[in-house]
Nanobody, 124 residues
């Protein structure tokens, strides 16, 4: 059973940065695509970014392109989401997810394993 644990969330002012981490255990992390999703209050969970097993493919939602960077360290079984120039609209609970089939999808249904989430709050 794959377990995912997110960390790195917090309260920051607009324009600042945060780096989220997602530590995986119990599976073959190096073969999974990894994704980040977020859910703002009163809204549905949405795709943020995804990365293939070797980092060769990445995709982002349009509103975070150029500000967020997804990466991974397979030796550490950890995925990251570097978030720069944060905006109040980025406020949400951020979840990491693992896709054992490396589909590198933007849809939640492709991801079999999910973390508990970490809160990111951006003040104006």
């Amino acid at each position: 059973q794959v377990q995912l644990v997110e960390s790195g969330g917090g309260l920051v002012q607009a324009g600042n940065s945060l780096r989220l981490s997602c530590a995986a255990s119990g599976g073959t992390f190096s073969s999974y695509a990894m994704g980040w999703f977020r859910q703002a209050p009163g809204k549905e969970r949405e795709f943020v970014a995804t990365i293939s097993w070797n980092g060769g493919r990445t995709y982002y939602r349009g509103s975070v392109k150029g500000r967020f960077t997804i990466s991974r360290d397979n030796a550490k079984s950890t995925a990251y989401l570097q978030m720069n120039n944060l905006k109040p609209s980025d406020t949400a609970v951020y979840y990491c997810a693992a896709d054992p089939y490396d589909v590198v999808a933007t849809t939640q249904s492709e991801y079999d394993y999910w973390g508990q989430g970490t809160q990111v709050t951006v003040s104006s």
